[in-house]
């Protein structure tokens, strides 16, 4: 049974940091691309950064030089540091796997300013 699990939101002021973590479990982790989302309420769900199993990366402009992706295929594990957060960034975070095939329950990131 596959399982993405986010961990590592919580409420933060404008100009903080955090690190999300998506611990996954149920398949060949280091086979798959993976990448993070999040979705504010009321709006779309927004790709945030993709990262490849050979350790590529991608970023929307929204988040790019503030946000990096990274992986531990050691430990089955993405991560996501978020720096320079902003109101704006508040949303539920979540994690995919495998082009989307398969998600996370999501984390809530709350920033104030």
């Known amino acids: 049974q596959v399982q993405l699990v986010e961990s590592g939101g919580g409420s933060v002021q404008a100009g903080g940091s955090l690190k999300l973590s998506c611990a996954a479990s149920?398949?060949?982790?280091?086979?798959?691309?993976m990448a993070w989302y999040r979705q504010a309420p009321g709006k779309k769900r927004e790709f945030l950064s993709f990262i490849n199993s050979d350790g590529t990366t991608t970023y929307a402009d929204s988040v790019r030089g503030r946000f990096t992706i990274s992986r531990d295929n050691t430990k089955n594990t993405m991560y996501l540091q978020m720096n320079s957060l902003k109101t704006e960034d508040t949303a539920v975070y979540y994690c995919a796997a495998c082009s989307g095939y398969y998600w996370g329950q999501g984390t809530q990131v709350t920033v104030s300013s």
């Open positions: 149920g398949y060949k982790f280091g086979t798959c691309g």
